[in-house]
Each structure stands twice: as C-alpha cells, then as structure tokens.
C-alpha cells in the first residue's frame, strides 16, 4: 500500500500565510487521487474543508485553497486566523482494481 | 441535514468482538458511499473501509479478514463488525458519507485492554 506523507508541524503568524501538502509515495500525486483536506481541532470530529483538489465545502472560508503543486497536493492558508490552530489530514484515492485509501500522517498548525 | 451517529463503542478484551452501528439520517446510506476511519491515540487518522452503493466493500490490507462492514437499508444504519481485537485496535470510530464532500460522524471510542 501506498504512503502519503504530510509536514509533521507548521507554525503562521497571525495574518500570515503557509501552504501544507500532501505526498504520495506511488509519484505525482494527481487530480485521479482526488485529494481530500479535513481539518480536526482536540476532542472534535473531522470536518470536510476542501474535496477533489480545489472545492470549498459548504462551510470553508475563502481564505483556505486547495490545489496541486510540485506533483503535490497544497492546501494553502491565506491570512491566518487564531481559530485556524487545528490538525490538517489530507488523503488521497487509489482506485485500481482493489480500491483504498491513504491518510496522510496529518500536520500540526500552530497560529502564533 | 446529513447526521450521522455513532454507536456501539467500550471497553472489550483482547480477543473479543464489538459491532459499531452508524443511524444515518437525511439521506439513504443504500444510495451512498459510507466509510469507517478511526483514529488510535497519538496517531493520525486511518481509513479502515467503504461499502459503496451497490454492495462491493473493500478494506484497509491491517483490517481484511477481521472488520466487515455492511448496512440494514430499513434502519438506515451502517455497521461494523470487529473480530478479533487486539490493543492496537483500540482508536476512535468515524463513520462518514463519502462519495463526494465528506460528511462526518461524532465518533464513538473503542478501547481493547484486558
């Protein structure tokens, strides 16, 4: 099975911005893993913040974009808010004949 | 309003089996992708299985042979059967709506100790 790997720890000042990403240990990861980003805060479910690549969810303010880069999937945070402190998880589709899926180890975003 | 709730969760002995239930509502999990991950403590989140609308289910390679996942479309529940448990099964249990933006439940946590 595939690894997917993400920064273990980000640190943004307030206001700042800071792009996380998500690796595949296959290659490039590309728009067929269909990229997934959840965020979770300490004692809270996952919530759903950006699907296939790039698409908000209902809720994800403007400030977060999702995309590919350097055979990578980024989410990149544009003017960071305290209430942004949160673990970020990424996970990504391989969907050959025997499909699974792969979270990324999650990364560790410290607003400060 | 999707909702989805988590059941079935404690304490279990090493070797022993524990069924989680998932009550949908808002939707049909019959006409949905429906996923278990989990989280263990200290680490990241898992993906463990999907059953997709039409039946097939596939299942993370740790889980194959021990954990099923099926659904009662009357009770518009999603389940996981979990045989065998050992220690390093013990995490929290999502279930979610998947198949698209992915929908969430609150967990349930199931801890395998003697």
């Known amino acids: 099975q595939a690894v997917v790997t993400q920064e273990p720890s980000l640190t943004v000042s307030p206001g700042g911005t800071v792009t996380l990403t998500c690796g595949s240990s296959t290659g490039d990861v590309t728009s067929g893993h269909y990229p997934y980003w959840f965020q979770q805060k300490p004692g809270q479910a996952p919530r759903t913040l950006i699907y296939d690549i790039s698409n908000r969810y209902s809720w994800t303010p403007a400030r977060f974009s999702g995309s590919l880069l350097g055979g990578k999937a980024a989410l990149t945070l544009s003017g960071a808010q305290p209430e942004d402190e949160a673990e970020y998880h990424c996970i990504l589709s391989y969907l050959g004949a025997r499909p699974y899926w792969v979270f990324g180890g999650g990364t560790k975003l410290t607003v400060l | 309003e999707v909702q989805l709730v988590e059941s079935g969760g404690g304490l279990i002995q090493p070797g022993g089996s524990l069924r989680l239930s998932c009550a949908a509502s808002?939707?049909?999990?019959?006409?949905?992708?429906m996923t278990w991950v989990r989280r263990a403590p200290g680490e990241g989140l898992e993906w463990v299985s999907v059953?997709?609308?039409?039946?097939?289910?596939y299942y993370a390679d740790s889980m194959k042979g021990r954990f099923t996942i099926s659904r009662d479309n009357s009770k518009n529940t999603l389940y996981l059967q979990m045989d065998s448990l050992t220690a390093e099964d013990t995490a929290v249990y999502y279930c979610?709506?998947?198949?698209?933006?992915?929908?969430w439940g609150q967990g349930t946590l199931v801890t395998v100790s003697s």
């Open positions: 979610a709506k998947t198949g698209g933006p992915w929908d």
């Open positions: 808002g939707f049909s999990v019959s006409s949905s992708y």
């Open positions: 059953i997709y609308a039409g039946g097939d289910t």
